[in-house]
């Protein structure tokens, strides 16, 4: 009836008796107030409207209010509980994101996460208003009313007590039904909606195959298939719904004629059947609110679930270590270090290498060889899960690199680097936002972006981002450079074919910027553009998750194996240079 | 709030989206009304007839005769009013979810209507998705303000008729207090939200791009070392929403309370009315009781008309921002088409063409003639309109100056044969939601499964293929999200490929691809596609042998043009590139 995982949120026991208190306050009012009405409406039918009618209505008055006040203020204290539960859900969603790192986003999709983190954790808010209310009302109020029929007429309170099993059994039945089937569609039409969302956002590429006027038949019939499934699960709730309505309004209705009989056959006077009359609404009301708001709220329910397996994910291990900064002594060493996705078997095996002080490291091979994975594993953003520590820093065995020191010393530059809405300036003191602006031009200037900067009106403190001016990937790498050569802890470079959606003279250029910043810094670069290669110290050469070769480009060229195979199969396209050279 | 009124009239005026439904369904809205009325109606009743029959029995009639017909009427009211409720519900629903799948339909159509449009405005999928936000709030729109609010209004003026003809002095009272409840109370809820509307808004937006910016710098984040300060902020503002959403529901609840203290006061008035005019004699007391108890179920009908107020500025924003989407996709002037579909040369005539208001053209009177069969390749730095021509070029956007042609005819009057003249890849091709079979047969619906597989084994795709356990039915999750960047653009091409037709637009077809891979990929294009003209946007040079021309594109113009064997004999900047490019420096 009230969801296990409502347990789990702070604060949630308090709001629950304080919310019981007021549904009692609040059934005592309901009590109070049929009680006196009673009162007035029996004088009046006596017809004598004297002090005591005038006391009665006026006690009516003050108690219908004094109800309305008690929801008034249980629904206040639950909206807050919600409003806070809400924020608190939030915060948690935000802070599992930044503990489970880029692993997670890979894992659920930004879009994913971002519905989780707005629209979900409002529908979460809805829900936690209602549902508590409503479980609370039902666990107190109808009870209170009982007594109070059983105290007036104790035949009327048998009826309300015996149709209770009954509305609750038939509820069951139809409940269960009703629950069944919506849940069973719920994940139906989610993915019918999900059709014209997905319709509509590749209208572009509809129209490019020009099939998006054929397709709007298709988003019709999916439209109507929608309605008509929506329309199905609706028709089960309200008939569900019907049917509780049915017996209680039934109850009352056969109460009525009951209470009717006995006061002909003098069993009973006016006043406890006219108390019994007003106040068995009342009785049924929190049961049939109960029903109403759980077809309702369904929306909200999933989506707790949804967000508590998110939080119940296993978060990945932070490893402590000893603080080691990186320097021309430095060595780290991966053995038998494998990686394997949940999903597919996209991954590496059995790495084994050794990496020294401040040298220039290539990873290369083909798309899908495991590059990106190894880099990731290098970053700490991807643990493996071993028996044994695959990593050895200086003597240090880690079972992962996914440690604060460690990472306080990284610069990682993906593909297409991201930058954060704000100035360019920000953007370069990101790992050090007390930078002084002249460390930050310095910073601009190595990194190339002086003459960029310098075609800006507003120079460093030109806007980008999403929303803001539109950047060239180039400059965008040489932001993320500038950011790194910033901080002077930082000064292992991991780049993950930082070139890969640039132009050649863009790429070339980017080139001559870093190779000369990597000095004394340890630079390791993912990439399939052999290029780059020239400039290496070290060359690893991956295929399939494996590494298949390493060493030193002078002997890995001459020698058969992947990298001489790559670098061939180049070459024969080359036959533009192959005819000019004839 | 007299400009937010006349901004409401306004926008009510020009709209496309909810008023003519309104007028369209009279008759069945009429029916739906009366049914919803015939449901407050009964409910009302049965409180009345039971009250009676109660104070009736307690007058010791000497049969139970005199009470029957209270009896069977307390029974049949008791009936009426559950299935009455069960219809108005079904009603309603089936038609709010009626217009809403209509309005799907045509909003998709409208957005389907001007493609150039969409690329402009909507860059991101994200934004086109929100309409659909749009669409449900139109559908709680009828179902949690229109509805009530009429029904409510109905009932009010149905009650006054009826009161009015009782007693007219105690009347206007009543109808006093009612209009506090249903019309004062409403309007200060209304402005009340206005406000905390727009501030809500305006975090939630800073908010939600606050959390977009954290998951797409995460690893940025996540090496900081400053993750802690983040959630700081971010969290400050999770706190202001927060309270902003909790004082708005709380504001709500105000006024709840509000408008059922007022509701109180009017059953307190009928409380007395009824002790001064029915007391007379034991016949009208009998109806003291009917009368109190017949009023209550109106609170239920009375009290939601604030919060159906409050909601109306969040209703009004998505009608404001479905009918603004409706203006800007107003049908373009139509221009004759041709039928047209087989040419022997493609025409830019001194073509221009400026963004917006930028400065810089990326056209700039640029001239390119094409012959039927021919291959370009198109190079040059991104950002320099490579993309923009491919665009010009199937009539996506206008040119400011000069002309395209095939054969002499604008590229205008070709619209109507988009279709079977272009196979276009654009940049961000859309994967859907389907299977991998689903999404490549969109090229040609046509065609049959050997032809998906073999079009599929062109984008060098049947390892893949062979790889999964439900081949071509595997599901690819959303946007594709279950596959890999260069199995996304693989799986786009394929679908390009199995369309044939006889112009073929590559815009940088193998982005995220290996080089090895995109060599023999481009390889096989070749060898498929021999008879087809075809624009190639690409920024490698290795693989371009096979191409007849190269155009390199800079600031506007050609800066290089020609087979690549004479641009590489002949142009020193181009062979440093094509050498630069096979890592031969």
């Known amino acids: 009836m009230i969801d296990e995982h409502l347990w789990k949120l702070p604060g949630i026991k308090r709001c629950l008796i304080y919310s019981t208190v007021y549904a009692l306050l609040k059934g005592l009012a309901i009590v109070g107030q049929a009680a006196f009405l009673t009162q007035a409406l029996t004088a009046a039918w006596r017809l004598q409207i004297n002090s005591a009618w005038y006391f009665a209505t006026l006690f009516f008055f003050i108690f219908f209010c004094l109800r309305q006040f008690f929801d008034w203020l249980q629904t206040r204290q639950l909206s807050s509980f919600a409003a806070k539960a809400a924020y608190y859900l939030k915060q948690q969603i935000d802070a599992k994101i930044l503990l489970q790192g880029p692993a997670i986003v890979d894992h659920l999709g930004s879009g994913n996460l971002l519905t989780l983190s707005y629209e979900r954790v409002d529908q979460i808010r809805i829900y936690l208003e209602t549902i508590l209310a409503r479980f609370t009302d039902l666990m107190t109020i109808p009870w209170l009313i009982l007594i109070y029929v059983f105290w007036q007429n104790w035949q009327s309170g048998l009826i309300l007590f015996c149709s209770l099993p009954l509305i609750v059994f038939f509820m069951i039945i139809l409940g269960l039904a009703a629950q069944k089937k919506a849940d069973a569609q719920y994940a139906d039409f989610a993915a019918l909606n999900n059709h014209f969302l997905d319709a509509v956002r590749g209208l572009e590429t509809l129209k490019m195959l020009a099939v998006s006027q054929k397709y709007s038949q298709s988003v019709k019939t999916a439209s109507e298939d929608y309605r008509k499934k929506t329309m199905s699960v609706l028709q089960v709730a309200f008939t569900s719904s019907f049917a509780l309505d049915f017996f209680t309004t039934l109850s009352i209705a056969i109460e009525a004629v009951m209470l009717g009989i006995a006061l002909i056959n003098r069993q009973l006077p006016l006043a406890p059947a006219l108390a019994v009359l007003i106040v068995s609404p009342d009785f049924f009301l929190p049961l049939r609110q109960f029903g109403e708001d759980y077809h309702a709220n369904l929306d909200g329910k999933n989506a707790l679930h949804e967000l508590s397996a998110l939080l119940e994910m296993q978060a990945p291990k932070r490893i402590v270590m000893r603080p080691a900064d990186w320097s021309q002594e430095s060595q780290l060493s991966l053995s038998h270090l494998s990686y394997r996705y949940a999903e597919n078997a996209d991954a590496v095996q059995d790495l084994n290498l050794t990496i020294h002080g401040f040298s220039k490291i290539a990873i290369v091979g083909m798309s899908g060889a495991g590059k990106s994975t190894l880099l990731n594993l290098l970053a700490g953003f991807l643990q493996p899960d071993q028996p044994n520590p695959a990593f050895n820093l200086d003597g240090q065995s880690l079972m992962s690199l996914n440690a604060d020191s460690w990472q306080k010393q990284l610069s990682y530059m993906p593909q297409n680097p991201y930058l954060f809405s704000a100035s360019i300036e920000k953007n370069i003191a990101f790992y050090d936002p007390q930078a002084s602006r002249q460390r930050i031009l310095a910073a601009a200037d190595q990194a190339g972006l002086s003459p960029f900067l310098e075609n800006l009106p507003n120079g460093l403190d030109t806007q980008v981002g999403e929303s803001h001016r539109g950047i060239s990937g180039g400059q965008a790498q040489r932001i993320v450079l500038a950011r790194a050569l910033l901080d002077p802890k930082r000064r292992i470079w991991l780049m993950d074919e930082p070139s890969a959606h640039l132009d050649i003279e863009s790429e070339y250029a980017l080139k001559q910027t870093i190779l000369p910043l990597t000095d004394h810094r340890l630079l390791i670069l993912a990439t399939h553009r052999l290029h780059w290669l020239k400039q290496m110290d070290w060359i690893v050469v991956m295929k399939a998750g494996r590494i298949v070769q390493q060493g030193r480009l002078d002997d890995l060229i001459n020698q058969p194996g992947e990298l001489k195979n790559m670098s061939d199969s180049l070459a024969t396209e080359g036959d533009l240079h192959a005819a000019a050279d004839i | ?585």
């Open chain 2, 1 to 585: 709030m007299r400009q937010r009124i006349s901004k409401t009239m306004r926008l009510l005026k020009q709209d496309h989206w909810f008023i003519q439904y309104l007028k369209k369904d009279r008759l069945r809205l009429g029916l739906l009304l009366l049914i919803a009325l015939m449901t407050v109606f009964c409910a009302m009743a049965l409180m009345f007839t039971s009250g009676f029959l109660i104070s009736k029995s307690a007058r010791h009639p000497y049969n139970l005769f005199v009470v029957y017909v209270p009896v069977v009427l307390t029974r049949a009211f008791g009936i009426g009013r559950p299935v009455f409720k069960y219809f108005e519900r079904l009603e309603s629903h089936d038609w709010v979810l009626r217009i809403v799948s209509k309005l799907r339909s045509d909003l998709y159509s409208r957005l389907e209507r001007q493609g150039s449009f969409l690329s402009r405005h909507f860059q991101t999928g994200r934004l086109l998705g929100l309409f659909a936000d749009d669409l449900d709030h139109l559908e709680n729109f009828y179902l949690r303000t229109i509805f009530p609010i009429s029904i409510a209004y109905l009932l009010f003026f149905l009650l006054a008729a009826v009161m009015a003809v009782v007693d007219w002095r105690w009347a206007i009272l009543v109808v006093c207090l009612m209009l506090i409840v249903l019309l004062l109370l409403p309007m200060v809820a209304l402005s009340l939200a206005w406000e905390k509307d727009q501030q809500e808004k305006s975090l939630t937006k800073k908010q939600y791009q606050d959390s977009a910016e954290a998951l797409f710098g995460l690893t940025d984040w996540q090496i900081s070392g400053h993750r802690a300060d983040f959630l700081q902020t971010v969290g400050r503002g999770n706190q202001q929403l927060s309270r902003i959403k909790n004082s708005n529901d709380q504001h709500q609840n105000n006024m709840k309370l509000l408008s059922e203290l007022f509701f109180a006061l009017a059953a307190l008035t009928l409380l007395f009315w009824s002790s001064q005019h029915l007391t007379n004699s034991q016949n009208t007391a009998n109806f003291a009781a009917s009368v109190i108890l017949a009023f209550f179920p109106l609170m239920d009908t009375f009290v939601p008309a604030v919060k159906a107020a409050a909601d109306l500025p969040l209703y009004f924003s998505s009608l404001n921002s479905l009918n603004q989407l409706s203006r800007q996709t107003m049908r373009p002037a139509a221009v004759t088409q041709s039928n047209k579909s087989h040419f022997d040369k493609i025409c830019f005539q001194n073509v221009s063409f400026t963004y917006g208001d930028e400065k810089n053209p990326l056209l700039d009177h640029f001239s390119l003639t094409i012959n039927r069969g021919e291959k370009i390749a198109i190079l040059g730095p991104s950002g320099e309109g490579k993309t923009t021509l491919l665009q010009l070029l199937i009539g996506d956007l206008q040119a400011d100056q000069g002309e395209i042609s095939f054969d002499e005819v604008p590229v205008d009057q070709l619209q109507q044969k988009r279709a079977a003249n272009f196979a276009y890849l654009n940049q961000a091709p859309f994967i859907f939601n389907s299977t991998i079979l689903n999404n490549v047969r969109l090229g040609n619906e046509q065609a049959d499964d050997q032809q998906v597989i073999k079009a599929l084994d062109q984008a060098g795709l049947t390892d893949l293929i062979q790889q999964l356990p439900a081949g071509i039915e595997t599901q690819v999750g959303e946007s594709g999200h279950l596959l890999s960047g260069g199995q996304r653009q693989r799986i786009a091409l394929a679908r390009i490929l199995l369309k044939d037709a006889p112009i073929l637009l590559l815009d940088e077809p193998t982005l995220g691809l290996d080089p090895i891979t995109e060599h023999s990929l481009m390889q096989t294009i070749f060898r498929n596609q021999k008879d087809k003209t075809m624009f190639w946007i690409t920024h490698h040079l290795a693989g371009l042998e096979k191409v007849d021309r190269i155009i390199f594109l800079e600031k506007g113009k050609a800066a290089m043009s020609g087979s690549p064997r004479s641009l590489y004999e002949t142009e020193p900047r181009f062979k440093k590139l094509y050498d630069l490019d096979l890592g031969r420096i």
